[in-house]
């Protein structure tokens, strides 16, 4: 009677979790968490870019602002007016070349 009994049992018997079918349970899950993060960071890319666009727009126009400004105070700047605001001319006008420049970068280097 055991024997009938064992024979209509299976012999063996798929645990989930174990051996072929959890490596690809695992597989799966890996590939959907991967899939999740990578379309959530391409959403926050995205969203970044468009503000960085706006931010940079921003910038530009201020540019834009500060250089006709520049342009237009600049040309009321003249010998005299600026004579009237106390400012003179430099006599002795000393550069500094590159190569001391180079000197000085090797001595504050560490």
Do not use: C, W
């Not at 006599?91 to 070349?97: R, T």
Request: net charge neutral; no cysteine.
């Amino acid at each position: 009677m055991n024997s009938k009994l064992n024979s209509l049992l299976p012999q063996t018997i798929i645990i989930p979790g174990s051996g072929m079918f959890g490596m690809l349970g695992a597989l799966f899950l890996i590939i959907a968490l991967s899939y999740t993060y990578f379309l959530a960071s391409s959403v926050v890319y995205v969203a970044s870019t468009k503000n960085l666009a706006k931010d940079l727009q921003t910038t530009e126009r201020q540019v834009v602002t500060l250089e006709g400004e520049y342009l237009s105070r600049s040309q009321e700047l003249s010998r005299t007016s600026a004579s009237d605001r106390g400012l003179t001319e430099i006599k002795d006008v000393h550069y500094v070349g590159t190569e001391a420049t180079a000197l000085s970068m090797l001595r504050t280097a560490p």
